[in-house]
């Protein structure tokens, strides 16, 4: 069965600093995607990126990456260059490739915290 | 920009009413989603729809019913409200491809209900 696992609950990071989130994930299936969403205090929820399970190189988008280790099943979320408004939850999900696997599980979330 | 939207974004309503959380796409996407999410806490995914006509539960058992009589329009409906159903409701869509894995979900900005 697929899981998703973010172990801080909570982060603080210096304004300007850079900060990693955690996620591991556990899955059967070859063929995986996994995503990280910001959800600020409004509520919706932001999609930041995506890594494939058969994408040989880190994905980047801006000032996030996503340092994939796929044999220790982790997809840690790296922020650099933190600003004030990071300070969000982040969400880690995860949605297996094969059949009747568009369902998307999604950790429990790390609430981040940027300090000026 | 995504291109969903949830109405109402906030409901007080007392217990015993009926009733239906809105939520459309003009994405033309196949897939859409309804997911609960208490304050602070991980999504759960209570109903999904592969297309028109299409409808199934999610992994949280869930009170409420949905329907997808056009593929832009996805709503949910509880029959009579009650005090544990006070949470937020994520409405989501997603476009299908041969890699099922890839496409990112499209959130709407969430109905935050309250049930007295």
């Known amino acids: 069965a697929q899981k998703i696992t973010q172990t801080q609950p909570g982060m603080f990071v210096q304004e300007k600093e850079a900060v990693t989130l955690d996620c591991t994930y556990d899955t059967s299936d070859p063929s995986y995607g996994l995503f990280w969403y910001k959800q600020p205090s409004s509520g919706e929820m932001i999609f930041l990126i995506y890594q494939g399970s058969y994408d040989q190189q880190n994905a980047t988008e801006g000032r996030y990456s996503l340092n994939f280790q796929k044999a220790r099943k982790s997809a840690n979320l790296v922020i650099s260059a933190s600003q004030l408004g990071d300070s969000a939850m982040y969400f880690c999900a995860m949605r297996e490739g094969g059949t009747g696997g568009f369902k998307t599980i999604f950790g429990a979330g790390t609430r981040l915290f940027v300090k000026a | 920009e995504a291109d969903i939207y949830q109405t109402p974004r906030y409901l007080v309503i007392g217990t015993g009413k009926k009733i239906t959380l809105e939520c459309s796409q003009t994405m033309g996407h196949d897939k859409m989603y309804w997911y609960q999410q208490d304050p602070g806490m991980e999504l759960h995914l209570i109903h999904y729809s592969y297309g028109v006509n299409s409808t199934e539960k999610g992994d949280l058992s869930s009170e409420s019913t949905v329907s997808r009589i056009r593929t832009e329009h996805f709503p949910l409906t509880l029959e009579s409200a009650r005090p544990s159903h006070t949470s937020q409701y994520l409405c989501?869509?997603?476009?299908?491809?041969?890699?099922?894995?890839?496409?990112?979900?499209?959130f709407g900005p969430g109905t935050r209900l309250t049930v007295l």
């Open positions: 989501a869509s997603s476009e299908s491809t041969v890699s099922s894995s890839y496409n990112e979900q499209f």
